[in-house]
């Protein structure tokens, strides 16, 4: 989930716009979204189906992201928001502009579906009671900046976007990679990206990282996603995704982080796996 609940999928690494930018205009791809996330033998299940079309314009594209089912097996706190989180933007449409190459510009009144989120969330507990999970998550999400705004709902069709890497030779280099959730935002690791080219203008990203990561909490939670801890947490990042070249769009995304954190004889560890699929129907 984007960070303070309001979306399922956060990207390992940000987005570049590619060479070539052409994905099937005018009809509406089936985009899928599974994460499983496990941490200390308890299991949660997320699964979001969003429908996407892209309309060329005289500068670059309008594309429509509509969120046609949300559901979680988790059956608990946690599950019960990311439901009302990201059930708040069911069957409303985002509306991204892009330029030629595929690069986000602006999302089309990006203030109000925050506003709805936030919202959703608060609406969770009893007589609108703003305490606990509520506030914590729902306070911070009204007072961000608008930039902010969109690059959270940005991150919603970030994932689906080849970028520069459809444009990559093939080969083996080192990187940093950025971590994602319950890690600290900022938190970068070494780590080898190979490229694998293959026929029909397949592209194959695979990225192995891991290292020690800052245990610091960003200020937005509250220091609530991330327990203090008496040693330094470690994680481990493998991804792998299939790009098509020809269009500038991810055929398929699948990650996976590992941490483990350190609290006096007890170590915790946690799982999150991803994996985004995207076509069209027939």
């Given amino acids: ?30 985009y899928e979204t599974v994460e499983t996330r496990s941490a200390d033998g308890v299991v949660r299940r997320f699964h979001a189906h969003r429908s996407v079309v892209f ?13 046609d089912a949300v559901d979680e097996g988790a059956g608990d706190a946690t599950g019960r928001m990311f439901r009302a989180a990201t059930g708040a933007l069911l069957g409303k449409p985002l509306r991204f502009r892009l330029d030629p190459n595929g690069t986000v510009l602006d999302i089309e009144d990006a203030d109000a579906a925050i506003a709805l989120i936030a919202d959703a969330i608060e609406r969770m507990t009893p007589h609108r ?18 930039e902010r705004k969109r690059a959270m709902l940005g991150s919603i069709l970030a994932p689906v976007i080849a970028g520069a890497a459809a444009d990559q030779p093939s080969g ?12 600290p935002p900022g938190t ?6 190979t490229v694998t080219r293959g026929p029909g203008k397949i592209v194959t990203v695979d990225i192995q990282a891991d290292g020690a990561i800052d245990a610091a909490a960003p200020p937005e939670t509250h220091g ?23 269009t500038g769009l991810v055929r398929e995304l699948r990650d996976r ?6 609290e006096g004889n007890t170590v915790h560890f946690s799982t999150i796996e991803t994996t985004i699929t995207l076509r069209l129907p027939g």
């Fill in 1 to 30: 989930m984007i960070r303070a609940g309001a979306a399922l999928v956060v990207l390992l690494w940000p987005s570049a716009a590619a060479a070539e930018f052409r994905p099937v205009e005018d009809r509406a791809y089936s």
């Fill in 55 to 67: 309309h060329r314009t005289d500068t670059g594209y309008a594309v429509t992201v509509t969120l």
């Fill in 129 to 146: 009671d703003r305490s606990g999970d509520a506030r914590i998550l729902a306070s911070p999400l009204r007072r961000l900046p608008s």
């Fill in 172 to 183: 083996t280099r080192t990187i940093r990679v950025p971590s994602r959730p319950p890690l």
């Fill in 188 to 193: 970068a690791l070494a780590g080898i990206e």
């Fill in 224 to 246: 609530h996603d991330l327990a203090a801890t008496a040693h330094t947490p470690t994680a481990t990042i493998r991804s792998r995704r299939t790009l098509d070249a020809a």
């Fill in 257 to 262: 982080t590992e941490t483990r954190v350190t």
